[in-house]
Nanobody, 117 residues
Framework: QVQLVESGGGLVQAGGSLRLSCAAS????????MGWFRQAPGKERVFVAW????????NYADSVKGRFTVSRDNAKNTVYLQMNSLKPEDTAVYYC??????????WGQGTLVTVSS
């Protein structure tokens, strides 16, 4: 079973940038699609970004298109989320997930991103 650990969260001012990392251990994620999700206080967890196992395809929620970029380094067994032009509404706990059978099945513990206005 793969384990996922997110890092890179923190407090940033509006307009700033952060890069989140999701490090996998236990087995390779090089054959798995990976996703990023977020959960704001009092709200449900929602999709943010997805990247194909090869890195050759990606998809984003409309709310982050043009500001966030998902990437991966399969040699390092790590997925990244570069977040630019951050807004207060981006404040949330961010989770990475490994897809199994087309659905996110294995989750990390999350990392908190707080964007101040």
């Amino acid at each position: 079973q793969v384990q996922l650990v997110e890092s890179g969260g923190g407090l940033v001012q509006a307009g700033g940038s952060l890069r989140l990392s999701c490090a996998a251990s236990g087995r390779t994620i090089s054959t798995s699609s990976m996703g990023w999700f977020r959960q704001a206080p009092g709200k449900e967890r929602v999709f943010v970004a997805w990247i194909a196992w090869s890195g050759g395809g990606s998809n984003y929620a409309d709310s982050v298109k043009g500001r966030f970029t998902v990437s991966r380094d399969n040699a390092k067994n790590t997925v990244y989320l570069q977040m630019n032009s951050l807004k207060p509404e981006d404040t949330a706990v961010y989770y990475c997930a490994a897809y199994v059978g087309g659905s996110p099945k294995v989750w990390g513990q999350g990392t908190l991103v707080t964007v101040s206005s």
